[in-house]
């Protein structure tokens, strides 16, 4: 069965710096969710989109942005790049926004 | 809003003993809850869901919980532990949507299981 794609899987950027984290969604499901986990904390919710619009939003920095594309996949967008924003980035995807299946992850390093 | 407490960051177990992860929550409508694990730097992998319905989830894995309401608990069981279950374990809830469903994670609980 199709999964979740997120790329790149690894990622290592300097302070200050951009990064671009992309979701590809299971096919048919509408509905995609950014987390970002910590170094040994648990997933925090960013934020997600239902049909290319924004349902909900977290505790994303105004340094972030995302969007969702026509063809439902989404991208995270991250500037001026924090050492504290070392972290791994869960996208998930929903068909019917009950139940989330999560995609491998983007492990993000900044140095 | 909705919380989760899952009660013991550590839980070790014997081979062959019983698994149980304990996991509380609040919430303001009738939640939904999960079970997620995770292995080491992989993502999360759903182990079972409530919704509505039967109180008693079965999942994947041998792993069973039991949706209490009057106790506001989700506990994750399993008979017989195995080695293969050593793994993080997060509960999470869910409430009912309307732009509300995003997944409000417990702390997670590290399960050893002790050869």
């Known amino acids: 069965a199709a999964g979740v794609i997120q790329s790149p899987r690894h990622l290592i950027k300097e302070k200050r710096e951009t990064a671009t984290l992309k979701c590809y969604p299971i096919?048919?499901?509408?509905?995609v969710y950014w987390y970002q986990q910590g170094p040994g904390q648990d997933p925090q919710f960013l934020i997600s989109?239902?049909?290319?619009?924004?349902?909900d939003k977290g505790s994303i920095p105004d340094r972030f942005s995302a969007q969702q594309f026509s063809d439902y996949h989404s991208e995270l967008n991250m500037s001026s790049l924090e050492l504290g924003d070392s972290a791994l980035y869960f996208c998930?995807?929903?068909?019917?926004?009950?139940?989330?299946?999560f995609g491998p992850g983007t492990r993000l390093t900044v140095l | 809003a909705q919380s989760v407490t899952q009660l013991g960051s550590h839980v070790s177990v014997s081979e062959g003993a019983l698994v149980l992860l304990r996991c509380n929550y609040s919430?303001?409508?009738?939640?939904?809850l999960f079970w997620y694990v995770q292995y080491p730097n992989q993502g999360l992998q759903l182990l079972l869901k409530?919704?509505?319905?039967?109180?008693l989830v079965k999942g994947i894995n041998g792993f069973e919980a039991e949706f209490k309401k009057s106790e506001t608990s989700f506990h994750l069981t399993k008979p017989s532990a195995h080695m293969s279950d050593a793994a993080e374990y997060f509960c999470?809830?869910?409430?009912?949507?309307?732009?509300?469903?995003?997944?409000?994670f417990g702390t997670g609980t590290r399960l050893t299981i002790i050869p």
């Open positions: 998930a995807s929903s068909p019917n926004r009950r139940e989330q299946f």
């Open positions: 096919p048919r499901h509408d509905t």
């Open positions: 989109f239902y049909e290319k619009m924004q349902s």
């Open positions: 919430s303001s409508v009738p939640p939904y």
């Open positions: 409530y919704t509505t319905g039967a109180t």
């Open positions: 999470a809830v869910s409430e009912d949507g309307f732009g509300n469903e995003k997944l409000t």
